[in-house]
């Protein structure tokens, strides 16, 4: 959560408060809107299948391996899709953003830190149905609770729902460096 890394560092742990919005930030958070209207689609056109595929993955993983079934079960799920679309569009963001440069100005790292906060909120609410134990470490590095607040309001929109100066817990990496070569022995 490199994010929240940078909000314990530059901000001594506390979310700034956001500035004005840009164009940037209102073109994330059209993006992103549209991704959590797709979300909420797909949850309420969710049926018994999806449930079935659940229970036949749990009965089969008691006689296969676990992490591939678990893995064919999680990427054949469009709601895991639309939550990863969402955590690649706030990655462009930080890196288009750059607020780790010096040439950045200390209001323009607040809104951008701000904002990327909120977003990681969002993260860690959308993976709990696929990772129930990593959403649980990303709002505990939040210092969060679970809620639906990033989801709650009427227009279902992305919004800015963290208060300015909430102090965040510890953050760690969640997932390692997966290499892009693989060697066989």
């Not at 893995?71 to 895991?80: H, I, V």
């Not at 989801?151 to 990496?173: D, M, Q, W, Y």
Request: net charge negative.
């Amino acid at each position: 959560m490199r994010s929240l890394s940078l909000i314990k560092e530059k901000f001594r742990g506390d979310v700034p408060a956001p500035g004005t919005l840009g164009e940037a930030e209102c073109k994330l958070q059209d993006e992103i809107s549209g991704e959590i209207a797709n979300y909420i689609k797909l949850l309420e056109g969710a049926d018994i299948r999806d449930a079935l595929k659940v229970c036949v993955c749990v009965c089969v993983c008691a006689c296969a391996d676990v992490e591939e079934c678990l893995a064919a079960l999680l990427f054949d799920n469009k709601r895991l899709q639309v939550t990863m679309n969402i955590s690649r569009l706030g990655n462009s963001y930080l890196q288009t953003a750059k607020p780790w440069e010096k040439s950045v100005s200390r209001a323009r790292q607040e809104t951008i830190m701000c904002v990327c906060a909120n977003l990681v909120y969002l993260l860690g609410i959308l993976t709990e149905p696929f990772m129930p134990s990593i959403s649980e470490q990303i709002l505990e590095q939040l210092n969060l609770p679970m809620g639906d607040a990033p989801l709650a309001n009427e227009k279902k929109r992305f919004e800015l729902s963290i208060a300015c100066g909430h102090k965040i817990g510890t953050p760690v990496i969640l997932f390692r460096h997966l290499e892009d070569k693989v060697n066989f022995v």
